[in-house]
C-alpha cells in the first residue's frame, strides 16, 4: 500500500502580521521556549562559531546553507514577523551571460522545537527555471556552554543514516544521545532526495508561476522524537507559539497613546520580547515562566527571572507566580556540596545539556546563587499587593519559610548576622550575586576580594524579604509572625547600618571579604539598597550624589564600577558597564527616597540609550562616557533579548509613575513624577488583582480608569 501523502499546508501571506526589518550585517536571532537560532541576515549559517540552531542547550544544526546548482543566494533583505520567525528574500544568481536572475527566493523560518524552513520560489521571467535546490546541513551536536566559549570538543560516537524518507543525525554520549531528522516535501507531495550532508530538490518553476517545499528539523531525544510545534499539515498561524503570541498580545496592557516615540517604540519592543521569552513547562501547563535570555541563556535562572518577572508585574503578573511556582518546585531539600544544592535554597540555573559534565556544578540543576532565595520571598510579597490571589499566596508560605530558614541556617555562615558565600566546589561560581563574573568583586585599588563575602545588597534582599514576610503574615491574621520579621528587619537594618557604613570615606562598603575586610570600591551595588530600603535615611542623599557623579553616571546610565576604582575598565562585564536593569532598580530607590530629579535623568538616559538600538535594550552596554561617543557602544557579546533588559523600560515607568499596590489593603498609591519628555500617555488593560485598569498620566497629573470600587485611589 502507497504511504500517504501529507497533506502539506501552506502559509498564507494574509496570516503575516506587522515585520521588523532588520539593518544589513547584523545577526538573527529566533526564539520559542528552550529553542533558539543565531543566523546571518540572509539566513545561512555555519560559518561563525557562535552560530546554529538549538534546542534544550544543545546545538542541533551547526550548518544549514541553502544554494541553488551549487551556488548562493543573493540576499535582498531579511524581516521579523514573530519572535519564532523570519523571512528572508533574495535571488538566485544568474547564469552566465543571462542578465539579472528572475527568480524571487524566500525563505520562512520557524523556530520552536527544533526549526521548519519553508521554500518559496518565485519565477518572474518568461522562460522555466530548471534547478538543484539544496540544503546543506550540519550538526555537532555541541553543548551550548561549548559554543559560547569557543570551545568544541568532540566528544562522542556521530551517526549518520540516509534513508528514502529523511536525514537523521545524532551523537551518543554515554549513555544518552541527541539527534536530528531532517525531512523535505513539496507542496504536491514529493519527498527531497538525502545524501549524508543535504536534502535536494530537482525543481523545474514555469514562467510567472511558483514553487513551494517545506524542510523540517525534529530534535530527538535518546532516540525519541519531540512533538513538532510547527508541522506541515496545519497552518502556521494554528500553530501552538503563534496562538500562544497572539493570546500574549490580547491579553497584555496596550499603550494606546503616547507623546514620546522613543517611549512608545521602547516599552511596545519589551513586550514583545518578555512575550518570546516566555517558557511553558509541559508538566505544569498552567506555570509560566520566563528564560534569562537569547541566546545563551534560554533557561530558567532564579535571580534573572526573579527580578525580571518582579520587573514585568505591569504586564502580565502571572509571569511572577510561574516563575515561584516553578522554583518552589525545585527548591532544595538536600545538602549536596557538588550542585550546591541547600535545603531551601532556590536554584541558580537549570540547564538541558546532553553533557552534564559541562554544566556548573555537574549537575543540571545548581543552586549557586546567594540572592535568589531572599528575592523568592520579595517576589511573593510583591504578588500578594498585587492581588494574585489569597489561596495561591498561602499555598507557596511554607516554600517561603524553608527559604528564610536557609539564610539563617546557610546564608549566614558564621552567625554574624549577615548573608555571605563561598563556594562549596570549584566547579561552581566564585562569585554568586548578580556580579558573578571571576573578578566582579574588588577593593578600590583593583585588588580582587576573596570568599565568604557579605554583599551589600544581598542584605538588603534579606531586608525586604523579612519586610515581605512581615506583610503576608499581617495579611493572614499573623500578628506575631507580623512582629516577629518587623522585628527582625529592624535589627538588620540597623545593623547594616551601623557596620557597613565607612565614615572615614563617608560611603558604605559594597560588601566584606573573608577576612571581614570591608571592600571600599564604588559600585552601582548600594543603590540596590536604596530599592530594598535598607539604607538610613539621613544618609541616603549622600549615595544617591555618588549615584549620579560623573565617575559613575555616563549619560546612558550608571555604571557597575566608578572610573576612580583601580578595576575600572569600560568595556568589562561587570566593572565599568552600564546594566540597563541595575539602572531600573536603582531609579526605584531613588523614587523610594524621594530624589526625583535623579532618578528622571538616569530613566531618561536609559530611554535614549534604547533609541539607539531600535528599542531593545541589549543585557549591557559598555561604560563610555556621552561625551566621548554620540550613542552607546554595545559590549561585544550581550544577549539580546535579555528578560531583564526587556522589563527595565516597564519598570522604569512604574517607578516613575510611582505605582504601588497594596490589595491586601485595598489600596493603590499613584503619584506620577514623569519626565516633561514623555509628554503625555495612556495604558490601557493594567492587570490589578483581577481587574483592568487604564492610566492617563503626564508629569504630576494621573486620572486611573476602571478601577474597582472598593480599591482606595491615593495620590
Known amino acids: 500500500m502507497p504511504a500517504a501523502r501529507p497533506a502539506l499546508r501552506r502559509a498564507h501571506p494574509s496570516s503575516f502580521t506587522a515585520t521588523t526589518p532588520r539593518r544589513s550585517g547584523m545577526a538573527v536571532t529566533l526564539v520559542h521556549g528552550t529553542s533558539f537560532c543565531v543566523c546571518d541576515d540572509d539566513g545561512e549559517f555555519g560559518g561563525a562559531l557562535a552560530e546554529g540552531t538549538f534546542y534544550q542547550d544543545t546545538r542541533i544544526l551547526s550548518g544549514w546553507n541553502l544554494r541553488f546548482d551549487g551556488k548562493p543566494v543573493e540576499p535582498i533583505t531579511v524581516q521579523i514577523p514573530e519572535p519564532f520567525q523570519a523571512r528572508f528574500v533574495g535571488r538566485a544568481h544568474s547564469s552566465e551571460g543571462e542578465g539579472e536572475s528572475s527568480l524571487l527566493v524566500r525563505r520562512e523560518r520557524y523556530v520552536g522545537g527544533g526549526m521548519r524552513e519553508d521554500l518559496i520560489l518565485r519565477n518572474y521571467g518568461r522562460t522555466r527555471v530548471a534547478c538543484t535546490v539544496s540544503f546543506r ?44 531528522r531532517i525531512t523535505g516535501v513539496t507542496l504536491d507531495g514529493k519527498h527531497a532526495k538525502y545524501s549524508r550532508d543535504r536534502v535536494s530538490f530537482r525543481v523545474v518553476v514555469p514562467p510567472g508561476e511558483e514553487w513551494y517545499a517545506s524542510v523540517t528539523a525534529l530534535p530527538l531525544i535518546d532516540g525519541t522524537p519531540i512533538t513538532p510545534l510547527f508541522p506541515r499539515e496545519r497552518p502556521v498561524e494554528l500553530s501552538g507559539p503563534a496562538i500562544l503570541t497572539r493570546r500574549w498580545r490580547e491579553e497584555s496592557p496596550v499603550l494606546s497613546y503616547s507623546e514620546n516615540r522613543t517611549l512608545a517604540t521602547t516599552l511596545q519592543r519589551s513586550r514583545e520580547d518578555l512575550g518570546a521569552l516566555r517558557m511553558f513547562d509541559p508538566e505544569h501547563p498552567d506555570d509560566v515562566g520566563i528564560a534569562a535570555g537569547a541566546p545563551w541563556f534560554m533557561a530558567l535562572f532564579g535571580r534573572d527571572s526573579l527580578i525580571a518577572s518582579l520587573m514585568s508585574l505591569a504586564v502580565d503578573p502571572t509571569l511572577a507566580l510561574g516563575t515561584v511556582q516553578t522554583l518552589a518546585r525545585h527548591q532544595g531539600t538536600t545538602v549536596e556540596p557538588n550542585s550546591e544544592e541547600e535545603p531551601g535554597r532556590i536554584l541558580h540555573e537549570v540547564r538541558f545539556g546532553a553533557d552534564v559534565s559541562l554544566a556548573l556544578g555537574g549537575s543540571h540543576i545548581y543552586y549557586g546563587s546567594i540572592d535568589a532565595t531572599p528575592l523568592f520571598v520579595m517576589l511573593l510579597g510583591e504578588l500578594s499587593r498585587w492581588g494574585i490571589g489569597k489561596d ?8 517561603a519559610d524553608r527559604a528564610l530558614e536557609w539564610i539563617d541556617r546557610y546564608g549566614d555562615r558564621d552567625g554574624d548576622g549577615f548573608v555571605e558565600y563561598h563556594r562549596a566546589t570549584d566547579r561552581g561560581l566564585a562569585n554568586q550575586g548578580w556580579k558573578d563574573s571571576w573578578d566582579g568583586i574588588n577593593f578600590a585599588d583593583g585588588t580582587i576580594a576573596h570568599s565568604p563575602i557579605a554583599l551589600c545588597e544581598v542584605q538588603g534582599y534579606v531586608y525586604a524579604a523579612f ?85 559613575m553616571f555616563t549619560g546612558w546610565g550608571i555604571r557597575t564600577l566608578s572610573t576612580a576604582m583601580g578595576a575600572y575598565n569600560p568595556m568589562s562585564y561587570h566593572n565599568g558597564s ?35 538600538f531600535d528599542g531593545r535594550l541589549p543585557e549591557l552596554m559598555c561604560g563610555f562616557d556621552r561625551s566621548e561617543y554620540s550613542t552607546p557602544v554595545p559590549y561585544p557579546t550581550s544577549c539580546s533579548p535579555q528578560a531583564w533588559a526587556s522589563a527595565a523600560p516597564i519598570h522604569l515607568l512604574r517607578s516613575l509613575l510611582r505605582f504601588q499596590p497594596s490589595l491586601p489593603h485595598r489600596r493603590l498609591r499613584i503619584s506620577p513624577a514623569l519626565p516633561k519628555s514623555f509628554g503625555a500617555l495612556q495604558i490601557d488593560d493594567v492587570p490589578l488583582g483581577g481587574s483592568r485598569i487604564s492610566i492617563q498620566a503626564k508629569e504630576t497629573k494621573v486620572r486611573v480608569g476602571h478601577l474597582p470600587t472598593d480599591i482606595e485611589l491615593i495620590h
Request: proline share 2%; aromatic share 10%.
Open 137 to 180: 546541513v550540519a550538526a555537532d551536536f555541541a553543548d551550548v556552554f561549548e559554543v559560547k566559549a569557543g570551545r568544541i570538543r568532540d566528544k562522542g560516537h556521530h551517526a549518520v543514516e540516509v534513508t528514502s524518507s529523511g536525514l537523521y543525525l545524532a551523537r551518543y554520549l554515554d549513555s544518552t544521545s541527541r539527534g536530528v
Open 392 to 399: 495561591r499566596v498561602e499555598a507557596l508560605l511554607g516554600h
Open 467 to 551: 519586610v515581605a514576610r512581615a506583610e503576608l503574615a499581617e495579611s493572614f491574621g499573623d500578628h506575631e509572625g507580623n512582629r516577629y520579621w518587623r522585628s527582625r528587619a529592624a535589627d538588620l537594618k540597623r545593623r547594616f547600618n551601623e557596620r557597613f557604613w565607612l565614615p572615614e570615606l563617608g560611603r558604605y562598603a559594597l560588601g566584606f571579604d573573608g577576612e571581614k575586610r570591608p571592600i571600599d570600591s564604588v559600585t552601582s551595588n548600594i543603590g540596590h539598597c536604596l530599592w530594598t530600603g535598607i539604607i538610613d535615611d539621613e544618609r541616603a542623599a549622600l549615595v544617591a550624589d555618588s549615584l549620579l557623579s560623573p565617575e
Open 578 to 612: 552600564v546594566w540597563p536593569h541595575d539602572n531600573a532598580i536603582i531609579v526605584a530607590g531613588l523614587m523610594r527616597y524621594g530624589f526625583v530629579k535623579h532618578a528622571q535623568r538616569v530613566a531618561v538616559a536609559v530611554l535614549d540609550a534604547a533609541a539607539a
